[in-house]
């Protein structure tokens, strides 16, 4: 996950920083060198709210190739794999390799979330041919299932809804069926 700017936590400590290269409106990044760029995404440009996955475009893999704040499923096999632009500045995804059964890949849990509220997913999915990627959840009052046989990448989008007195909700990422997604 990438900061995109954070609030000061007491109201006398504000920080003003310019920079020539910045252009106004648009979200700030930070160099090699820890400056502050222009990122080139107007805020008007991402989808509605702030997302709540922590390393959601699967940037920090330890050396297992599982991603910071994720889970392995199963027996599956997990790569991070360069060089696929989700648009926001990430330059990885996670390529789940099944070992043989079904809803393997890597999982990520939500927690404290509000009671009865609808959250929305979007996810970019790829699949191998003939393999399908799936994304579900558990632990929701209703929850989310979608999928995608996708050889090219593609955006899917669904939702889930917490109950009345929300217990974590689990995102999952994986295979459908025996193979690369």
Same mark, same amino acid.
């Given at each position: 996950?990438?900061?995109?700017?954070?609030?000061?936590?007491?109201?006398?400590?504000?920080?003003?920083?310019?920079?020539?290269?910045?252009?106004?409106?648009?979200?700030?990044?930070? /160099?090699?060198?820890?400056?502050?760029? /222009?990122?080139? !995404?107007?805020?008007? %440009?991402?989808?509605?709210?702030?997302?709540?996955?922590?390393?959601?475009?699967?940037? !920090?893999?330890?050396? %297992?190739?599982?991603?910071?704040?994720?889970?392995?499923?199963?027996?599956?096999?997990?790569?991070? /794999?360069?060089?696929?632009? /989700?648009?926001?500045?990430?330059?990885?995804?996670?390529?789940?390799?099944?070992?043989?059964?079904? %809803?393997?890949?890597?999982?990520?849990?939500? #927690?404290?979330?509000?009671?009865?509220?609808?959250?929305?997913? #979007? !996810?970019?999915?790829?699949?191998?041919?003939?393999?399908?990627?799936?994304?579900?959840?558990?632990?929701?009052?209703?929850?989310?299932?979608?999928?995608?046989?996708?050889?090219?990448?593609?955006?899917?989008?669904?939702?889930?809804?917490?109950?009345?007195?929300?217990? %974590?909700?689990?995102?999952?990422?994986?295979?459908?069926?025996?193979?690369?997604?």
């Amino acid at each position: 996950m990438k900061f995109l700017g954070a609030r000061p936590q007491h109201e006398d400590l504000k920080l003003l920083v310019e920079d020539s290269d910045a252009v106004a409106g648009n979200l700030a990044e930070f /160099d090699a060198n820890g400056n502050p760029i /222009d990122s080139g !995404i107007s805020p008007s %440009n991402l989808i509605q709210g702030l997302s709540l996955v922590q390393n959601g475009s699967f940037e !920090i893999v330890d050396s %297992n190739s599982v991603p910071w704040c994720w889970e392995k499923i199963g027996t599956a096999t997990l790569a991070q /794999d360069t060089g696929v632009n /989700d648009g926001f500045g990430g330059s990885n995804a996670l390529k789940v390799t099944s070992a043989g059964a079904s %809803n393997e890949g890597a999982k990520y849990t939500f #927690r404290h979330l509000k009671p009865s509220t609808t959250y929305s997913i #979007r !996810i970019w999915m790829k699949a191998t041919a003939g393999d399908t990627a799936k994304a579900w959840t558990t632990g929701g009052s209703s929850n989310l299932s979608i999928t995608s046989t996708d050889t090219t990448g593609e955006y899917k989008t669904g939702s889930f809804t917490t109950d009345a007195t929300p217990t %974590n909700v689990v995102l999952n990422v994986g295979s459908e069926t025996n193979g690369d997604i």
